[in-house]
T-cell receptor
Framework: EDQVTQSPEALRLQEGESSSLNCSYTVSGLRGLFWYRQDPGKGPEFLFTLYSAGEEKEKERLKATLTKKESFLHITAPKPEDSATYLCAVLTNAGKSTFGDGTTLTVKP | KAGVTQTPRYLIKTRGQQVTLSCSPISGHRSVSWYQQTPGQGLQFLFEYFSETQRNKGNFPGRFSGRQFSNSRSEMNVSTLELGDSALYLC??????????????FGEGSWLTVV
């Protein structure tokens, strides 16, 4: 069975304090791994797609990396507006997607 | 370019009733998928439609059904509503072709409350 586990469940940072979110996965065949940001009461907003081990993507203060077993979302010098729930999802070769439960990030000024 | 549009945004139904939710995908996107999101269960995959055919299905009872029209718009229906069906229902679409076609884009969701 495909599984996606995100850690930690919640993360509280001071503004400017860099950290990483983890997404570990077990799937039968990985077609792609996705990161989303979700604000309360809204739909998930697409951030990155990663397809193969070693791949990296960057956007502003966020950088996503992928290995054969996990992905990291690195947040450099976060700001309060980065506070949100970050979701990781995997898409298998069979076309099924599985989401993790998310990491809720709070950045305090 | 318009995003994924879902209607209605909020609705309240009574146990035993049925509900239909609507989704208009991003123009040019042929795949539409539906998800249920609750605080306790996270994001759960309901089903995916492509070219009017259900291509994948999650582990939900038969009370949950959907369909896709020739213009790629989709509807999902929940019959005989239960209190546990209260959730945010998210629709997502993807191109499903090309290198970037696997990325799914979400709508804002339909908040369903069953009382």
């Amino acid at each position: 069975e495909d599984q996606v586990t995100q850690s930690p469940e919640a993360l509280r940072l001071q503004e400017g304090e860099s950290s990483s979110l983890n997404c570990s996965y077990t799937v039968s065949g990985l077609r792609g791994l996705f990161w989303y940001r979700q604000d309360p009461g809204k739909g998930p907003e697409f951030l990155f797609t990663l397809y193969s081990a070693g791949e990296e993507k960057e956007k502003e203060r966020l950088k996503a990396t992928l290995t054969k077993k996990e992905s990291f979302l690195h947040i450099t010098a976060p700001k309060p507006e980065d506070s949100a729930t970050y979701l990781c999802a995997v898409l298998t070769n069979a076309g099924k997607s599985t989401f993790g439960d998310g990491t809720t990030l709070t950045v305090k000024p | 370019k318009a995003g994924v549009t879902q209607t209605p945004r909020y609705l309240i139904k009574t146990r035993g009733q049925q509900v239909t939710l609507s989704c208009s995908p991003i123009s040019g996107h042929r795949s539409v998928s539906w998800y249920q999101q609750t605080p306790g269960q996270g994001l759960q995959f309901l089903f995916e439609y492509f070219s009017e055919t259900q291509r994948n299905k999650g582990n939900f009872p038969g009370r949950f059904s959907g369909r896709q029209f020739s213009n790629s718009r989709s509807e999902m229906n929940v019959s005989t509503l239960e209190l546990g069906d209260s959730a945010l229902y998210l629709c997502a679409s993807s191109k499903n072709t090309g290198d970037s076609g696997n990325t799914i884009y979400f709508g804002e969701g339909s908040w369903l409350t069953v009382v």
